[in-house]
């Protein structure tokens, strides 16, 4: 071999060693990742997301062997331990702050470090569960949980809890997937509601979507209307997730009518906007009963008032004066 053909062995091993960190550049760590993407694990991880107690990572680290392509679990205390670089702080910190503390812990070992830093499995997640609950709150959210698995950790809904909950998420990561999500006007958050009555009754399960870090679900007050008086069962009914509730529909909740209830007309009490004091409302209750008058639809927070029938009374009172002589009398003798 001539001399101008010939390659000095030093300068040889130098380029096949470049060749080959760019080639696991090109091809390994792009695999690596896209193997962990398909098990669900690290997809659409977000720039933002702050590593916590129990995240599993994955590092890829150019001509270091020791810590690469293994998994690394934060232990409770929020540290990492690793070959050469030994106990580090990763709570707290983000993917990228990470890579660039691992990238000055490693210039001792490798001239200049190369790493990537990937979430193989998200299970320190903060989760803000809020409203009509068992025992409302933030959650640190091990693992991947959907909407009712994190409501079970808040003890369920309260029997006065809405239909409709209310489900924000930080954009970084992803646009909530539910029909009708919306972005917030800062642009930062997506926002959709939940059918939480459609869920739990297991006729909406696409709305049990998976949660991520930082969700909060909100859960409202069901709208409550009153009937009280001569029924059955007075008390407060809560409105269910239909348009509208009427009257006859509120009395069937009450279980209907009393005997010596006023058939007639009754009374309904409602807050008119604007004021602190409801107004009186006047229905005429055997027209509606008796379908001559449309059936009137109520509104969250109305009173309807069932007054007792004044002769009613009368002829109760009367009878139960008579059966009180009638007992007194037999008692005593007068027969």
Not at 62 to 78: A, F, L, M, R
Request: charged share 25%; proline share 6%.
């Amino acid at each position: 071999m001539s001399s101008a053909c010939r390659v000095p062995v030093k300068q040889m091993t130098k380029k096949i060693v470049s060749v080959s960190a760019i080639l696991i550049l090109l091809f390994v760590i792009p695999v690596v990742c896209k193997e962990v993407s398909a098990t669900g694990s690290i997809q659409d991880q977000p720039s933002a997301y702050v590593l916590g107690p129990s995240d599993t990572i994955t590092i890829q680290a150019v001509d270091i062997e020791e810590i690469s392509n293994k998994p690394i679990w934060i232990d409770t205390g929020g540290f990492i331990n690793l070959p050469l670089v030994g106990r580090l702080k990763a709570a707290g910190l983000t993917v990228q702050e990470l890579e660039a503390q691992l990238n000055t812990q490693l210039k001792p070992f490798v001239k200049s470090p190369q790493v990537v830093v990937a979430i193989s499995e998200f299970r320190s997640q903060p989760v803000s569960i809020l409203g009509l609950v068992a025992t409302p709150g933030v959650f640190q959210v091990q693992g991947r949980k959907t909407v009712l698995e994190a409501l079970s950790l808040a003890g369920g809904l309260r029997p006065e809890a809405g239909a409709v909950a209310m489900i924000t998420r930080r954009l970084d990561y992803g646009e909530i997937p539910l029909p009708g999500a919306t972005t917030d006007a800062s642009g930062q958050f997506s926002v959709a509601d939940l059918q939480m009555k459609a869920l739990i009754e297991g006729k909406s399960p696409e709305q049990n979507i998976l949660i991520r870090p930082h969700d909060v679900i909100s859960i409202p007050k069901a709208d409550i209307l009153y009937v009280i008086g001569e029924v059955k069962k007075s008390g407060g009914f809560v409105l269910s997730d239909r348009k509208r509730t009427t009257v006859i529909e509120a009395l069937a909740l009450a279980e209907g009518l009393l005997p010596e209830a006023n058939r007639k007309k009754a009374e309904l009490l409602r807050f008119e906007p604007g004021k602190d004091e409801r107004s009186k409302i006047e229905l005429k209750l055997d027209k509606i009963l008796s379908g001559k008058e449309k059936d009137i639809a109520l509104q969250p927070e109305d009173i309807l008032i069932i007054s007792p029938s004044v002769m009613k009374g009368i002829k109760r009172r009367v009878g139960e004066t008579a059966l009180s002589v009638i007992t007194s009398m037999a008692i005593y003798g007068g027969f």
